[in-house]
């Protein structure tokens, strides 16, 4: 085995490629595991309420986080990838990021504080939201785009697991109680601040990264060209993000607090495919290695299919021993959620790693825009009807993730992307 995997990845490309899955597989290990200590922790001193708040303020808050990523983890990291050799280069594409990034930062602050001083719902609780906020300026400030475009992983998975650490052994330290839920947030906050204010100085210190003098033009290529992927982005933002705050709006904190937990839960089990799908996106967008790919993407559905079966089938001892007897009706939700996990496990490569790659924007972007437009209709019509449910809106978001593989599937096989030309 050990000579097999030598003889697979003797070239240094390639090399590259298994450390950077090693690095993250380490980064989300930390992901998987350090949430399953503090989560169970924190359901059980603060009670449903207060978690069920502060995953709404988490929700109502990421919009802010895909505003001022922008679509950058793709773009910016393209052009990384491309130009890892040029310091000129890479000095002008850093400076106009963390430039645009800043701006769109300052913007979002201000559509923040009039949104929460304008709807009782949030004004009750605009504490919450303003220390939830931080988490936005650390991502703003961590350059994982960066890191990632130069295929160095290690970086990312240090400072996230630094950050993943403080906020456990903080949640440990200062939340006794349920009136300690402010700290939650604060805690979460200065996690991602040093996250991020390490990653700008490993990028200064460990690359020779230089913030120089940009023209405004240079950042208005980089912004407009950036656009189509913040659109569908923030799609993908909104109806991930839109069932939490749909809940929280139309029911009560103990029913996000339900949802929540059962999504996290998936979220952590689908951390693999996410790290495979970032590693592998710049390796085959240098490469074009479709044969590589293909094998990929069969392996991928294999593992997510026997993943889903496995948690299904433990899914009332899952969440009995992580949650606790509170939140037993979050097992039919935690199982409807699993089922995305197979055609997520296609549809995250056939888009950045094969659609972007191939130069099918337009495609990979109106996957994710037409799925939440129709996501959006009929929850809608759902509403109108008065048939809305916490049930129907777990349901409505699987038959996104489906939509979502259809479409792009049949793009794939209507250009033929998957049998192009193979560089190795």
Known sequence: MIHYIKSKFLAEDHRRLLSNFISLSVLQGANYL??????????????????????????????????????????????????????????????????????LMFLCIIIMS???????KFATNWQIYYLTFGVVFGSVLFPDWFFQGMERMKYITFLNILSKLFFTLSIFILIHKSSDYIYVPLINSLGYLIAGILGQWFAIKEFKIKYGKVQFKKIYEYFVHST??????????????????????????????????????????????????????????????????????????????????????LSSHVILLILGKKFMDAVFLFNILLLKLPFISIHVLLGASCLVVFGKYKYFNLSVIYGALIYIVVIGLLMIMNLISLKIITISAVAVDIFILLYRYFYVSKFDLLRAKIIT
């Not at 009039?114 to 009782?120: I, K, M, P, Q, S």
């Not at 839109?242 to 139309?250: A, Y």
């Open 228 to 313: 189509q992927f913040f659109l569908s982005r923030f799609i993908i933002t909104v109806y991930t993000n839109t069932n939490t705050l749909l809940i929280g709006l139309i029911f009560n904190y103990r029913d996000v607090a339900l949802y929540s937990t059962a999504s996290k839960l998936v979220t952590v089990i689908r951390r693999p495919w996410d790290i495979l799908d970032t590693t592998i996106y710049p390796y085959i967008n240098k490469t074009k290695n479709v044969k590589l790919l293909k094998k990929i993407i069969v392996i991928s559905f294999l593992t997510a299919v026997l993943t889903t079966i496995f948690f299904i089938v």
């Open 34 to 103: 350090l949430p399953l200590i503090t989560l169970p922790y924190l359901v059980r001193v603060l009670g449903p309420e207060k978690v069920g708040l502060i995953f709404f303020a988490e929700a109502f808050i990421q919009y802010f986080v895909i505003i001022t990523d922008y679509g950058f983890n793709l773009t910016a990291t393209r052009e990384i990838s491309i130009n890892r050799d040029n310091n000129n280069k890479l000095a002008e594409v850093f400076t106009s990021i963390i430039i645009i990034k800043i701006v």
């Open 114 to 120: 009039c949104l929460v001083f304008t709807f009782e």
